[in-house]
C-alpha cells in the first residue's frame, strides 16, 4: 500500500521516523527549530523531539561544518540543514578536507556519519544565490557521498538510508519540487544509496537526468514517445559514487546518450557521464553524446532571463532529436 | 609521327631570320628535317630547348617583329588559353624558367603551417585562389574548392563500425552504397540485410541459369511463300473479325461412294476421286446463295468495301516444304467432281513441285483447307486476305452415329467455316456451313 504525498511530507516523515529510531540522531540548523524550517520540512520536530535534538543555530555555516564533523566523530549521527546549497562552500572546508578524509586518514574504520541538507533549484526568481547546483562542486571528493533524489518516494527512502550511512552525505533537496506529489510506501522503507534507477523504459534514446531534471526528462520522453520515439530515463540518485551499470547497459540497448541537469554543461555530472559511457560503451554509441544543462553563466535574476536559463523537457526533446539526426 | 627530338636551334634568340631560312633542325624515327622560317624577322623566343622531345602540335619558339616581343603568349596562357598546343614536359619546365612572370606568391607562417598539414603548395593555392598574400582561410578555400575536403571520406558512428566489422563490411562500401558520408547503425543493418538478399537472388539466378535462355539451333529467315503467309496471317489476326463456326457431316454415303467410284474413274479417268473435291463441288454449287462469302474485303476504303463475286475460284491450301501455297481452282462451280479431282491432284504436285504459274495462285473468292489428311479431329483455318470465309476440312473419323434409334458405326467429318464477322453474317456463315452439310451427307446430288 502507498499515498499520494509531497516530497515535503517524506523528509519531515524520515526525519520524524530516524529520530524516532535512532537517539544519536539529531537535527539543527538556520529556522530548522521554532519556524520548523524556511519550508516547513522540519514542522514539529522540535516540539516532539525537544530543543536538545532539534534546534536552531546563527548564521554561521562554518561553524555548522565544523561542528557537525565534531559530532559525527564524536559518535552521534548529526543531520545539519545548511538553507541555501549556495552557500555549501562556507562550510566546505570541513567537508571537503575533514568529513571525506577522516576514514582514509586514520584508517581505522574511524567514520563521518553526518548528513548535510541543503536546497537547490531554479526558477522562482531567487538570483545568483538561492539555487545553484552544487553537485559539480563536491563531485570531485572522494569520500562525499552526494545525493539528489527526484521523486517522493525516493526522498523519503534516500534521506533514510543517508542518515544511517556511516560516510558523510551531501542530500541536496530541490526547493521547485518540494510540492512535487508522488506515491509513498505506508510501511517503514529505505532506498540503498549508490543505486541508478531506471525510471522509465525505452530503447531509442537514453537519457540520463539527476534530481531536478528527471521529471523534466519524462516529460520530454512523453512528448517523444508521441513522435515514436520511445526513450529511457535513467535517474541515477546517488551522483557520487555513481552507479554506471545501468547506465551502460541502458546505451547498449538504444546506442543514444543524452544527459540532463540543472547546473550549467561545462564540467558537471552530465559531463562526466558521458565521458564514462564513451569511454566503456563507445562502440555502442550511434550518434554524439548531447549534454543539456544551463549556459555558463550565473544564474539570472531578471525573469525573462531566468526562463531562458532553465532548461525544459523542449531543450531535452531537442537533445535527443539532434542526436539520432546527426 | 607523333613526336620528334629538338636536334639543334640554327637560330638564337634575338637573331633575324628570313623566309625560307632554316631555322631549327629535329628528329624523328625516321628522318632528320628542318624547319624554316615562313616569314622574316627576329627569332623572339626559343619555348623548346634543343635536346627536348615533344609531341606534334607543341609550340617550338616565336619568331616576329622585334615590337611583338611583348605580346607573346605567356606559359599559363599557353596552358589555359589554347586547348589544341600540348605542351611536353621538359618544354613546360624551360619555359617556365625562361619567364617569371607570374607575381610572387608570399603565404602567412599559419598558412605555410595549414598548407603543409595538407601536403598542398601555397604558391599553388595563391594561383588558384587569386590572392598574392596566401592567408589560412585561402588553403581551406583551396581545399575545398579542390575537392580535397569534400567529405567524401566516409566516417562510420563507433556502433556502426562494430556492427560493420561483425558483419564484415566495410564502413566505405557502405557510405558509397547510401551516398552518405556518415554510416549509422541503421545504414549498416540496411547494408548487411541488402546484401543477403542479393545474394539470395543470384543463389536463385545461378541455380535458374541453365535453364533460363534456350539455345539457339538455327536462325530462319522467313522469305518467300513462308513471308507471304506471315505477312497474311498478321493481317488477318490484327484486322479481321475472324470467328468459326463447326459442323459435324455424317460422310458414310459419301466415303462408301469415293470407295466404290475408285477403281472405275481410276480405269477411265486416269484420277481418284477425292473428298476435297467433293467439298469444293458443295462449296460451289451452295455459295451462290451466300455472295458475302464469296467475296473480298477492303479496308483501306472509306467507307470499307465489300465485293461480291459472279466467279467462283475455290483457293485450296496445299503444305509444301516451302510453305503454305494456296493455288486456284477458278471457275470451281463449272466443274465436275470427276475434273475437280483431276484439277485438285494437279494443282498439289504443282504446288509441291514449285511449278506453279503466277495466276494459278491468284484471283480466290473462297477458299478449302482440308487438314484431315493429317488427322486433324477439330483444325480452323485461317481466312486468306481479302477473302471473307475458309472452309476447314477435317479428318474423317469412324464414330458411334445414331440411325434409326439404334447405335451403328459411321464415319463423321467436322467442317470448320471460319468468316470475317466484320461483313458476313453470324447466321449467314451457319446455313452456308448446313447446307454444305448437307450436300456432303447427300454425294449422289455432286455426282451430276
Same mark, same amino acid.
Given at each position: 500500500?502507498?499515498?499520494?504525498?509531497?516530497?515535503?511530507?517524506?523528509?519531515?516523515?524520515?526525519?520524524?521516523?530516524?529520530?524516532?529510531?535512532?537517539?544519536?540522531?539529531?537535527?539543527?540548523?538556520?529556522?530548522?527549530?521554532?519556524?520548523?524550517?524556511?519550508?516547513?520540512?522540519?514542522?514539529?520536530?522540535?516540539?516532539?523531539?525537544?530543543?536538545?535534538?532539534?534546534?536552531?543555530?546563527?548564521? $554561521?555555516?562554518?561553524? %555548522?561544518?565544523?561542528?557537525?564533523?565534531?559530532?559525527?566523530?564524536?559518535?552521534?549521527?548529526?543531520?545539519?540543514?545548511?538553507?541555501?546549497?549556495?552557500?555549501?562552500?562556507?562550510?566546505?572546508?570541513?567537508?571537503?578536507?575533514?568529513?571525506?578524509?577522516?576514514?582514509?586518514?586514520?584508517?581505522?574504520?574511524?567514520?563521518?556519519?553526518?548528513?548535510?541538507?541543503?536546497?537547490?533549484?531554479?526558477?522562482?526568481?531567487?538570483?545568483?544565490?538561492?539555487?545553484?547546483?552544487?553537485?559539480?562542486?563536491?563531485?570531485?571528493?572522494?569520500?562525499?557521498?552526494?545525493?539528489?533524489?527526484?521523486?517522493?518516494?525516493?526522498?523519503?527512502?534516500? %534521506?533514510?538510508?543517508?542518515?544511517?550511512?556511516?560516510?558523510?552525505?551531501?542530500?541536496?533537496?530541490?526547493?521547485?519540487?518540494?510540492?512535487?506529489?508522488?506515491?509513498?510506501?505506508?510501511?517503514?522503507?529505505?532506498?540503498?544509496?549508490?543505486?541508478?534507477?531506471?525510471?522509465?523504459?525505452?530503447?531509442?534514446?537514453?537519457?540520463?537526468?539527476?534530481?531536478?531534471?528527471?521529471?523534466?526528462?519524462?516529460?520530454?520522453?512523453?512528448?517523444?514517445?508521441?513522435?515514436? %520515439?520511445?526513450?529511457?530515463?535513467?535517474?541515477?540518485?546517488?551522483?557520487?559514487?555513481?552507479?554506471?551499470?545501468?547506465? %551502460?547497459?541502458?546505451?547498449?540497448?538504444?546506442?543514444?546518450?543524452?544527459?540532463?541537469?540543472?547546473?550549467?554543461?561545462?564540467?558537471?555530472?552530465?559531463?562526466?557521464? $558521458?565521458?564514462?559511457?564513451?569511454?566503456?560503451?563507445?562502440?555502442?554509441?550511434?550518434?554524439?553524446?548531447?549534454?543539456?544543462?544551463?549556459?555558463?553563466?550565473?544564474?539570472?535574476?531578471?525573469?525573462?532571463?531566468?526562463?531562458?536559463?532553465?532548461?525544459?523537457?523542449?531543450?531535452?526533446?531537442?537533445?535527443?532529436?539532434?542526436?539520432?539526426?546527426? | 609521327?607523333?613526336?620528334?627530338?629538338?636536334?639543334?636551334?640554327?637560330?638564337?634568340?634575338?637573331?633575324?631570320?628570313?623566309?625560307?631560312?632554316?631555322?631549327?633542325?629535329?628528329?624523328?624515327?625516321?628522318?632528320?628535317?628542318?624547319?624554316?622560317?615562313?616569314?622574316?624577322?627576329?627569332?623572339?623566343?626559343?619555348?623548346?630547348?634543343?635536346?627536348?622531345?615533344?609531341?606534334?602540335?607543341?609550340? #617550338?619558339?616565336?619568331?616576329?617583329?622585334?615590337?611583338?616581343?611583348?605580346?607573346?603568349?605567356?606559359?599559363?596562357?599557353?596552358?589555359?588559353?589554347?586547348?589544341?598546343?600540348?605542351?611536353?614536359?621538359?618544354?613546360?619546365?624551360?619555359?617556365?624558367?625562361?619567364?617569371?612572370?607570374?607575381?610572387?606568391?608570399?603565404?602567412?607562417?599559419?598558412?605555410?603551417?595549414?598548407?603543409?598539414? &595538407?601536403?598542398?603548395?601555397?604558391?599553388?593555392?595563391?594561383?588558384?585562389?587569386?590572392?598574392?598574400?596566401?592567408?589560412?582561410?585561402?588553403?581551406?578555400?583551396?581545399?575545398?574548392?579542390?575537392?580535397? #575536403?569534400?567529405?567524401?571520406?566516409?566516417?562510420?558512428?563507433?556502433?556502426?563500425?562494430?556492427?560493420?566489422?561483425?558483419?564484415?563490411?566495410?564502413?566505405?562500401?557502405?557510405?558509397?552504397?547510401?551516398?552518405?558520408?556518415?554510416?549509422?547503425?541503421?545504414?549498416?543493418?540496411? &547494408?548487411?540485410?541488402?546484401?543477403?538478399?542479393?545474394?539470395?537472388?543470384?543463389?536463385?539466378?545461378?541455380?535458374?541459369?541453365?535453364?533460363?535462355?534456350?539455345?539457339?539451333?538455327?536462325?530462319?529467315?522467313?522469305?518467300?511463300?513462308?513471308?507471304?503467309?506471315?505477312?497474311?496471317?498478321?493481317?488477318?489476326?490484327?484486322?479481321?473479325?475472324?470467328?468459326?463456326?463447326?459442323?459435324?457431316?455424317?460422310?458414310?454415303?459419301?466415303?462408301?461412294?469415293?470407295?466404290?467410284?475408285?477403281?472405275?474413274?481410276?480405269?477411265?479417268?486416269?484420277?481418284?476421286?477425292?473428298?476435297?473435291?467433293?467439298?469444293?463441288?458443295?462449296?460451289?454449287?451452295?455459295?451462290?446463295?451466300?455472295?458475302?462469302?464469296?467475296?473480298?474485303?477492303?479496308?483501306?476504303?472509306? @467507307?470499307?468495301?465489300?465485293?461480291?463475286?459472279?466467279?467462283?475460284?475455290?483457293?485450296?491450301?496445299?503444305?509444301?516444304?516451302?510453305?503454305?501455297?494456296? @493455288?486456284?481452282?477458278?471457275?470451281?462451280?463449272?466443274?465436275?467432281?470427276?475434273?475437280?479431282?483431276?484439277?485438285?491432284?494437279?494443282?498439289?504436285?504443282?504446288?509441291?513441285?514449285?511449278? #506453279?504459274?503466277?495466276?494459278?495462285?491468284?484471283?480466290?473468292?473462297?477458299?478449302?483447307?482440308?487438314?484431315?489428311?493429317?488427322?486433324? &479431329?477439330?483444325?480452323?483455318?485461317?481466312?486468306?486476305?481479302?477473302?471473307?470465309?475458309?472452309?476447314?476440312?477435317?479428318?474423317?473419323?469412324?464414330? @458411334?452415329?445414331?440411325?434409326?434409334?439404334?447405335?451403328?458405326?459411321?464415319?463423321?467429318?467436322?467442317?470448320?467455316?471460319? &468468316?470475317?464477322?466484320?461483313?458476313?453474317?453470324?447466321?449467314?456463315?451457319?446455313?452456308?456451313?448446313?447446307?454444305?452439310?448437307?450436300?456432303?451427307?447427300?454425294?449422289?446430288?455432286?455426282?451430276?
Amino acid at each position: 500500500m502507498s499515498t499520494e504525498q509531497t516530497v515535503r511530507e517524506s523528509l519531515n516523515q524520515a526525519l520524524h521516523e530516524e529520530l524516532d529510531r535512532d537517539e544519536s540522531v539529531f537535527l539543527y540548523g538556520e529556522d530548522v527549530g521554532d519556524y520548523g524550517g524556511l519550508y516547513k520540512i522540519s514542522e514539529g520536530l522540535k516540539d516532539k523531539f525537544g530543543e536538545q535534538r532539534v534546534f536552531d543555530t546563527p548564521l $554561521a555555516e562554518t561553524s %555548522l561544518g565544523g561542528t557537525a564533523v565534531g559530532a559525527a566523530l564524536a559518535g552521534a549521527r548529526p543531520v545539519v540543514e545548511i538553507m541555501y546549497a549556495d552557500f555549501l562552500p562556507i562550510a566546505s572546508d570541513h567537508l571537503i578536507n575533514y568529513a571525506a578524509k577522516m576514514y582514509f586518514n586514520y584508517g581505522d574504520e574511524t567514520s563521518v556519519p553526518l548528513v548535510v541538507r541543503a536546497m537547490y533549484g531554479t526558477g522562482d526568481g531567487h538570483g545568483l544565490h538561492h539555487g545553484q547546483s552544487p553537485e559539480a562542486w563536491f563531485m570531485n571528493i572522494p569520500g562525499l557521498k552526494i545525493v539528489m533524489p527526484s521523486t517522493s518516494r525516493d526522498y523519503k527512502g534516500l %534521506l533514510k538510508s543517508a542518515i544511517r550511512d556511516d560516510d558523510p552525505v551531501i542530500f541536496l533537496e530541490n526547493k521547485m519540487k518540494y510540492d512535487s506529489r508522488g506515491p509513498v510506501p505506508d510501511d517503514e522503507y529505505t532506498v540503498p544509496l549508490c543505486e541508478s534507477d531506471i525510471k522509465r523504459t525505452g530503447s531509442d534514446a537514453t537519457i540520463v537526468a539527476i534530481g531536478g531534471m528527471v521529471n523534466t526528462a519524462i516529460e520530454a520522453a512523453e512528448n517523444l514517445s508521441e513522435k515514436g %520515439l520511445e526513450c529511457e530515463v535513467v535517474d541515477p540518485r546517488t551522483v557520487s559514487p555513481l552507479d554506471m551499470d545501468p547506465i %551502460l547497459e541502458s546505451v547498449k540497448k538504444t546506442n543514444v546518450l543524452v544527459v540532463a541537469q540543472e547546473a550549467p554543461t561545462f564540467g558537471g555530472f552530465g559531463s562526466e557521464v $558521458a565521458s564514462q559511457v564513451i569511454d566503456d560503451a563507445f562502440f555502442y554509441l550511434d550518434a554524439p553524446v548531447k549534454r543539456v544543462g544551463a549556459p555558463f553563466t550565473p544564474i539570472p535574476f531578471a525573469e525573462n532571463l531566468e526562463e531562458m536559463y532553465v532548461q525544459t523537457a523542449s531543450d531535452i526533446e531537442d537533445a535527443v532529436l539532434d542526436a539520432i539526426n546527426t | 609521327m607523333e613526336e620528334g627530338l629538338i636536334h639543334e636551334w640554327v637560330v638564337d634568340e634575338g637573331e633575324s631570320v628570313s623566309v625560307g631560312d632554316t631555322v631549327l633542325i629535329f628528329e624523328t624515327e625516321k628522318t632528320t628535317a628542318e624547319i624554316d622560317a615562313e616569314e622574316d624577322g627576329v627569332l623572339l623566343r626559343k619555348v623548346v630547348e634543343a635536346g627536348a622531345t615533344v609531341t606534334i602540335g607543341t609550340t #617550338l619558339g616565336y619568331i616576329g617583329s622585334e615590337s611583338e616581343a611583348n605580346d607573346i603568349p605567356t606559359e599559363s596562357d599557353e596552358d589555359t588559353g589554347n586547348g589544341d598546343e600540348r605542351t611536353s614536359r621538359s618544354a613546360t619546365d624551360d619555359s617556365e624558367e625562361a619567364t617569371p612572370v607570374q607575381p610572387e606568391i608570399r603565404a602567412t607562417p599559419s598558412a605555410r603551417q595549414t598548407a603543409r598539414e &595538407y601536403g598542398v603548395d601555397v604558391t599553388a593555392v595563391g594561383r588558384a585562389v587569386d590572392v598574392q598574400q596566401v592567408r589560412p582561410k585561402h588553403v581551406e578555400q583551396f581545399l575545398n574548392e579542390s575537392g580535397a #575536403l569534400d567529405g567524401s571520406e566516409v566516417r562510420g558512428s563507433p556502433a556502426a563500425r562494430r556492427i560493420a566489422e561483425d558483419n564484415d563490411v566495410e564502413i566505405s562500401e557502405i557510405g558509397e552504397a547510401f551516398e552518405t558520408d556518415r554510416v549509422r547503425m541503421a545504414d549498416v543493418d540496411e &547494408y548487411v540485410e541488402q546484401i543477403a538478399v542479393s545474394e539470395r537472388d543470384e543463389q536463385v539466378a545461378d541455380e535458374l541459369d541453365q535453364s533460363r535462355e534456350p539455345t539457339v539451333r538455327e536462325t530462319i529467315p522467313i522469305t518467300g511463300g513462308k513471308k507471304v503467309m506471315f505477312d497474311r496471317m498478321q493481317t488477318v489476326s490484327s484486322t479481321y473479325g475472324s470467328t468459326t463456326t463447326v459442323a459435324r457431316a455424317d460422310v458414310t454415303e459419301l466415303m462408301d461412294l469415293l470407295g466404290s467410284i475408285k477403281e472405275p474413274w481410276r480405269e477411265h479417268n486416269g484420277v481418284s476421286p477425292s473428298l476435297t473435291a467433293f467439298v469444293i463441288r458443295a462449296v460451289a454449287d451452295e455459295i451462290g446463295a451466300y455472295d458475302v462469302l464469296n467475296a473480298a474485303v477492303d479496308d483501306s476504303k472509306s @467507307p470499307p468495301e465489300v465485293r461480291t463475286f459472279e466467279d467462283v475460284n475455290i483457293g485450296i491450301a496445299v503444305d509444301t516444304d516451302h510453305g503454305l501455297l494456296v @493455288p486456284t481452282v477458278y471457275d470451281a462451280d463449272e466443274s465436275t467432281v470427276s475434273k475437280l479431282s483431276e484439277r485438285v491432284a494437279s494443282l498439289a504436285t504443282q504446288a509441291r513441285e514449285q511449278s #506453279l504459274a503466277y495466276e494459278q495462285q491468284q484471283n480466290g473468292t473462297f477458299t478449302v483447307s482440308n487438314a484431315g489428311t493429317f488427322g486433324a &479431329y477439330i483444325n480452323t483455318p485461317q481466312i486468306n486476305p481479302p477473302q471473307t470465309g475458309i472452309l476447314g476440312v477435317c479428318t474423317v473419323n469412324e464414330e @458411334p452415329g445414331i440411325v434409326d434409334g439404334e447405335i451403328i458405326p459411321r464415319k463423321f467429318v467436322h467442317l470448320t467455316l471460319t &468468316y470475317d464477322h466484320r461483313v458476313v453474317e453470324g447466321g449467314t456463315a451457319v446455313s452456308f456451313l448446313q447446307d454444305v452439310k448437307g450436300r456432303l451427307e447427300e454425294p449422289q446430288s455432286l455426282l451430276s
